[in-house]
């Protein structure tokens, strides 16, 4: 029951001071401690790993949740943001480097960051373009098939360009190409590594909010037309071509961003980070939490990075006596996909709507929407 | 009221000129000269499989001809895409409704709105003061024409969950929300109650006076036709056969075989 | 040319591997509009129990026949109808009303679970099928040569692709069958009993890619438990690219992949060789773009 009305109230700067405060106060706990206690690296590395499966399945919500679209290729623009990003950062740091001389670091760093980050994007935007634009009347299955196809195809092209590592992997992306004699200039790679929790969380929420307006929009009900009857959406005048690319290039774009900040977080890129199972996961991330639901999204998101890591400590909550009397028991990490497989079948079987339907938690709602007078009737 | 509507200063809106449609083998319309004047009620009528649907569909560029012109205004628009045809004022329902299902009766009405949206998506994402003003105006419009129809206790229901006169109903004033210059109403009695039937047919003039339309009606309800349209046009496999007021069809022999014959 | 005579006789049988897994993607999504993700990874079961099959019997290179082959293939099949049947009773059933979306996830999970059961069961290291056909070559033009694996493979897929013809089309159960393909609905409205015939569907599929799965070990022996991710991936954009829901197309897309990928092997220029594995899918991007259903797909224009 729709009882939600377009927000139209002003913008909150405050609100928006607060979140950017409050994530920077985390960052500096998470990573330095207080009081001397710490979150540990793992921890705090699956926390921002969930941050960047946020933006993805957010920004997938978009074409495959609002539009009714399915593309099941979005490894292949995060693989392409990532791997431009990182270009920037890798091959177009001596700028930067040479404005450290003058300027203080952290605005140096956080600039370049941000260049890079939004040439993954404008990369990543391009891609979904390109793939969009030919694919997009193409009907459901077939429209996956082909982005399927298109994201191996980027994934074989990466596999086999050199200078970015190739099948080697594309190491040390903040430290620069190696100059023979020279010790590598690790400055930036020190920045994120202190500061990517802050820009992933800083990120996720922009994503949430952008896509957020989108879909409760004049745009985002045309997306939503399209999905339900196209013909007729066409029929009142709605270019469903463009609005269908459009989305498409705008979650191509915010995907790539994902992929930029995946390659600063772990400084190293392999296109076996970007199959198909890549983007399979992006889609079951999004249909496990509910299609077309943000709410839904942010959860899937969350459940299924976490998952696979907590089954991996299962074994931890078992003491010593127990795994020595059912040695069996001590194996469970090796079951781990096992288990992940059945709850996923397990889920979809149970809830095959995903956990939240259409449905969006109030807070979040209330952030594009405004509550209408009255209940409605029907 | 039957007889020539006063507006009908004979300017031609909608027309097709020889146009014929082949679906392979099939003729489905042929040579067919139609001609809508401003401000009429024009009734599209003949047996099934006449070809009316198809006519429609031509008409709105869901099909392109197989040859001749279909002109709006004076212009051709043969080619165009629908959404383009849609934007340049015509607009339609269909015989098998086609709501957006999911979508609340107000946000299939306001769906319909975003023509005149001028907030681009940069906008939207930064939700602008022109944005916000748009949404509520588009907003506003849509809870007026839900009213208009009677559907505004309806408005947060799902359009999938509403009766089938309240979806037929919703489906015109998703329409009229483009402010069309032309509707098409595809069998729009089909399936109502005698009792709405005849509430539609005094709704069709009283539409067309409101908002300044020319209507298009395709119908099997002859007492519909018969009371709401000026002037009615009767196909049979695809071909014209009678053009003229309702009393002329009516008394025309080749209708009377062809058509009313069968009743 | 006498390589391109090899090559193309290599193509075919490759390609007659993908055709045999196609026709289980394509059955299944006729009848309930599913990407039967799992579908590589029962070709993956028939071949491991084509394997443990042979161990038990002892069948080795020592002894070979080709009654031995075939019986190895007939249990194989039977194994993995039996697992279809499971498969589609246990996962796929309880979402047949969900959304398509739902049910793709199911069986992304079905072919995860399978996976990692697979790796789990019979260990992650690749295994070597006993090769029991009999070693010989027949001279064919030349120098070109075909050996019995691969006429295996051919003649194999021959009567089993001309039998499922015959099945779909000259029997009440592909009468059926293609009932439920147009209209699931309807077909049930008109007493079609749905859940035996798309039950019996994923039974004859599956046991087609155990064929596949067996035969495809008689000529490359090596394998192990992630085997169908790669060759099921072909084998459906096969499926897709000949028009999916067509029989007829599975096959030829299937020979049309197989073909693709020995040429783009044998002929590519070696600065492009490392991008053979793309090869496969720039065909189907390609072939989509200018038809959007397949190759035989028929496009049913939405009635407005």
């Known amino acids: 029951m729709n009882i939600w009305k377009p927000h139209l109230g002003g913008r909150s700067w405050l609100g928006g001071i607060a979140v950017v405060a409050g994530f920077f106060l985390l960052n500096e706990a998470f990573v330095h401690g207080v009081f001397g206690y710490g979150l540990s690296a793992y921890y705090l590395r699956v926390i921002t790993l969930v941050g960047i499966s946020m933006v993805l399945a957010v920004s997938l919500t978009l074409v495959n949740g609002c539009a009714g679209q399915f593309s099941i290729g979005h490894a292949g623009f995060m693989a392409v943001g990532a791997y431009a990003s990182a ?27 941000w260049v890079s980050l939004a040439v993954g994007a404008a990369v990543g935007g391009v891609a979904g373009w390109l793939v969009g634009l030919p694919t997009l009347r193409l009907r459901g299955d077939y429209l996956a098939i082909v982005t399927l196809g298109f994201g191996e195809i980027i994934r074989v092209v990466l596999l086999n360009i050199e200078p970015t590592g190739g099948a080697l992997g594309f190491t040390n992306i903040a430290q620069g190409p190696e100059v023979p004699g020279r010790s590598p200039d690790q400055r930036f790679a020190l920045f994120l590594e202190e500061t990517m929790f802050f820009w992933v969380a800083l990120v996720a929420t922009g994503t949430i909010l952008v896509v ?47 992929g930029g900040l995946y390659a600063h977080y772990d400084n190293y890129l392999n296109p076996s980070s970007f199959t198909f ?86 807070w979040l709602a209330r952030l594009f929407l405004t509550r209408d007078g009255e209940k409605g009737v029907g | 009221m039957v007889g020539e509507h006063r507006m009908s200063s004979a300017m031609t809106v909608l027309a097709t000129k020889s146009t014929t449609v082949r679906f392979g083998g099939l003729v489905a319309v042929k040579d067919l000269d139609l001609a809508v004047q401003a401000g009429q009620v024009l009734g599209l009528i003949g047996p099934n499989g006449a070809g009316k649907t198809t006519i429609f569909n031509v008409l709105t560029g869901v099909y392109r001809p197989t040859s001749g012109d279909v002109e709006l205004e004076g212009k051709s628009i043969v080619g165009l895409p629908p959404h383009e045809i849609a934007r340049r004022g015509v607009a339609r329902t269909f015989q098998n409704i086609r709501l957006f299902g999911e979508l609340s009766a107000l946000e299939n009405v306001m769906t319909a709105c975003h023509l005149r949206s001028r907030a681009g998506l940069l906008a939207t994402m930064l939700r602008t003061a022109r944005h916000r003003a748009e949404e509520k105006e588009q907003r506003d419009l849509a809870l007026a024409l839900l009213e208009r129809f009677d559907l505004a206790a309806h408005r947060h229901a799902p359009a999938k969950s509403l009766s089938y006169g309240n ?97 | 040319m006498e390589t391109l005579i090899q090559q193309l006789i290599n193509g075919l049988a490759l390609g007659s591997i993908y055709a045999l897994i196609a026709l289980g993607y394509t059955m299944v999504y006729g009848v309930l509009r599913l990407i039967n993700f799992a579908h590589g990874d029962v070709y993956m079961l028939g071949t491991f129990a084509g394997y443990y099959t042979a161990l038990r019997f002892g069948f080795s290179e020592a002894a070979p026949s080709f009654v031995r082959a075939a019986l190895l293939l007939l249990v194989a099949m039977v194994v993995c109808a039996v697992a279809g049947l499971t498969i589609e009773r246990l996962a796929y059933r309880p979402v047949r009303q969900a959304s398509r979306l739902t049910a793709l996830i199911t069986a992304i999970g079905v072919s995860l679970f399978l996976e990692n059961v697979g790796q789990i069961i019979f260990g992650a290291n690749p295994k070597f099928f006993p090769q029991v056909l009999p070693p010989q070559q027949f001279p064919v033009y030349g120098a070109v040569v075909i050996t019995t694996p691969d006429l295996a493979i051919l003649g194999a897929s021959l009567i089993l692709t001309i039998g499922l013809h015959r099945l779909v089309h000259h029997t009440a159960f592909g009468r059926a069958m293609r009932a439920i393909a147009h209209d699931l609905d309807t077909a049930k409205l008109m007493g079609i009993d749905t859940n035996r015939v798309i039950a019996l569907t994923f039974a004859i599929g599956s046991a087609l890619a155990a064929a596949a799965g067996v035969l495809v070990a008689l000529r490359y022996p090596k394998f192990d438990p992630l085997i169908g991710v790669t060759t099921g991936l072909k084998a459906f954009i096969a499926a897709v690219l000949g028009g999916i829901g067509n029989v007829s197309g599975a096959v030829l897309g299937g020979v049309i992949i197989g073909l693709a990928e020995t040429m783009a092997t044998g002929y590519l220029p070696a600065t492009l060789n490392p991008y053979k594995d793309a090869v496969a899918f720039a065909i189907l991007v390609a072939v989509l773009l200018v038809r959007p259903t397949g190759i035989l797909g028929t496009t049913a224009p939405e009635k407005v």
């Open chain 1, 87 to 113: 270009a920037v950062t890798h091959f177009g740091g001596a700028p930067f480097i040479a404005l450290l001389e003058i300027l203080p670091a952290w605005p140096v760093h956080t600039l370049r960051l």
């Open chain 1, 212 to 258: 957020g307006r989108l879909a409760y929009s004049s745009f985002g009900r045309s997306l939503a037309a399209i999905r339900e009857n196209e013909i007729a959406a066409a029929a009142i005048g709605i270019d469903t071509t463009r609005a269908k690319t459009t989305a498409f290039v705008v979650s191509a774009a915010l995907t790539g961003v994902a």
């Open chain 1, 277 to 362: 199972l890549r983007s399979v996961e992006i889609v079951t991330m999004i249909v496990l939490g509910g299609l077309g639901s943000l709410s839904g999204a942010i959860v899937g998101a969350g459940v299924l990075t976490i998952l696979p890591e907590a089954l991996r400590d299962l074994t931890r909550l078992f003491p010593p006596s127990v795994t020595a009397a059912a040695p069996f028991l001590a194996s469970l990490p090796d079951y781990r996909m096992v288990l992940y497989a059945l709850l996923l079948v397990g889920l979809m079987i149970a809830r095959p709507q995903g956990l939240y339907g259409r449905r969006e938690w109030p």
């Open chain 2, 167 to 263: 979806q037929r109903r919703l489906e015109i004033a998703r329409a009229l929300a483009m402010r069309p210059k032309v509707l098409l109403l595809d069998e729009p009695a089909a399936g109502l109650n005698p009792q709405e039937s005849l509430v539609l047919m005094r709704q069709i003039q009283q539409l067309r006076d409101d908002f300044k339309l020319t209507i298009v009606l395709v119908e099997h309800n002859m007492r519909v036709v018969m009371g709401a349209c000026e002037r009615i046009h009767v196909v049979e496999q695809g071909q014209t056969i009678a053009v003229g007021s309702p009393d002329d069809i009516q008394r025309n022999p080749r209708v009377i075989t062809a058509y009313l014959g069968n009743l």
